[in-house]
């Protein structure tokens, strides 16, 4: 596609829930970036993927986030037992590599009810 | 670890005017500056990247300039337009992903 793609745009879960996220980045780019906006605040880095270097999961808050990347190509972030505080819109990023420019897809807004 | 510092917050300024936007970094050993626009509920728009041996770049009535070895980058909006508001958000890649600012949020009053 033209650019990065992200699916759902909205989702509205019950808190104890799972929900999968989905971002289909730009064809080619080796890496792929999860990042979390919370309302009136800045981007908070979550995962990345690099070609197939095992992904650098530092940012994850918790081990209910986890994050794969099938074929080097989309990625899925699975949050477990949805809590309140993981409301916020989850923003995925893919680039041709490290060193390359990033473009963003428009986002996930997640609400947790 | 690298930290990003975006001055100011907030700038309000009347159509038609030059303006500089801020940001600051820790870590001078980085590869790359990205300058981003968001636009309230949507997703970032990439500007301008820089590549650490560059100083600056230009696209249209932006320029953005790097001094890597004193951590700091400015954003210039020349003949600021009402179309222009948003927040500018910048982020530098190094040997961790890309660190942001909080942003600096501009509104151009018409």
């Known amino acids: 596609g033209a650019g990065v793609s992200q699916s759902p745009s909205n989702k509205v879960t019950e808190k104890g829930k799972d929900v999968e996220l989905r971002c289909d980045p730009i064809?080619?780019?080796?890496?792929l970036y999860w990042y979390r906006q919370s309302l009136g605040q800045g981007l908070e880095f979550l995962i990345y993927?690099?070609?197939?270097?095992?992904?650098?999961k530092s940012g994850l808050p918790s081990d209910r986030f986890s994050a794969e990347r099938t074929g080097g190509s989309v990625s899925t972030l699975t949050i477990q037992r949805t809590q309140q505080e993981d409301s916020a819109v989850y923003l995925c990023?893919?680039?041709?590599?490290?060193?390359?420019?990033?473009?963003f897809g428009q986002g996930t807004r997640l609400t947790v009810v | 670890k690298q930290e990003v510092t975006q001055i100011p917050a907030a700038l309000s300024v009347p159509e038609g005017e030059n303006l500089v936007l801020n940001c600051s970094f820790t870590?001078?050993?980085?590869?790359?500056l990205q300058w981003f626009r968001q636009d309230p509920g949507k997703g970032l728009t990439s500007l301008l990247l820089i590549q650490s041996s560059q100083r600056e770049q230009t696209s249209g009535r932006l320029n953005a300039s790097l001094d890597k070895s004193s951590g700091r980058s400015t954003l210039y909006i020349a003949a600021s337009q009402p179309g222009d508001s948003a927040t500018y958000l910048c982020a530098v890649s190094g040997n961790t992903p890309l660190v942001f600012g909080k942003g600096t949020r501009l509104s151009v009053i018409a």
């Open positions: 990023a893919s680039s041709l590599g490290t060193r390359s420019e990033a473009f």
């Open positions: 064809s080619g780019h080796t890496a």
């Open positions: 870590d001078s050993a980085i590869y790359n």
């Open positions: 993927f690099q070609g197939n270097s095992a992904p650098d």
